[in-house]
């Protein structure tokens, strides 16, 4: 595990924003797909500030190799979470709904 700072801290197996619920996953995941620190700190406000973003990507940056078998390995999990415990089809036809809406808005 890489090490916490006053940005991130590990908590269940995981990495949180720093007194949040977010996890760095969600954070790297916009980041990844090219958000800007303040349209994350927009989507998120609960993350506290814009500063905590920045800390946060900066986490990201430095870790690089780090971060991505950290996500790799989210997603693993999600997928034995999602196979033990399949959604009912119409949540997954809400979901599929909002990230189509999302992504048309981002073109």
Same mark, same amino acid.
Request: charged content about 25%.
């Given at each position: @595990? @890489?090490?916490?700072? +006053?940005?991130?801290?590990?908590?269940? /197996? *995981?990495?949180? &924003?720093? /007194? !949040?619920?977010? /996890?760095?996953?969600?954070?790297?995941?916009? #980041? +990844?797909? *090219?958000?800007?620190?303040?349209?994350? #700190?927009?989507?998120? %406000?609960?993350? /506290?500030? &814009?500063? $905590?973003?920045? *800390?946060?990507? !900066? #986490?990201?940056?430095?870790?690089? !190799?780090?971060?991505?078998?950290? &996500? +790799?390995?989210?997603?693993?999990?999600?997928? $034995?979470? $999602?196979?033990?415990?399949?959604? %009912?089809?119409? @949540?997954?036809?809400?979901?599929?709904?909002?990230?189509?809406?999302?992504? !048309? $808005? +981002?073109?």
């Amino acid at each position: @595990m @890489m090490s916490a700072n +006053q940005y991130i801290e590990i908590r269940n /197996g *995981g990495y949180y &924003l720093a /007194g !949040t619920r977010i /996890g760095l996953d969600v954070i790297a995941y916009e #980041f +990844q797909d *090219g958000r800007s620190a303040e349209a994350i #700190f927009d989507a998120y %406000p609960s993350v /506290g500030s &814009l500063a $905590k973003v920045y *800390g946060a990507i !900066t #986490f990201l940056l430095e870790h690089p !190799t780090e971060i991505e078998e950290y &996500l +790799q390995e989210q997603d693993r999990r999600y997928e $034995k979470i $999602k196979t033990r415990h399949p959604l %009912p089809p119409e @949540m997954i036809a809400r979901f599929e709904a909002v990230r189509s809406e999302r992504s !048309t $808005k +981002q073109v």
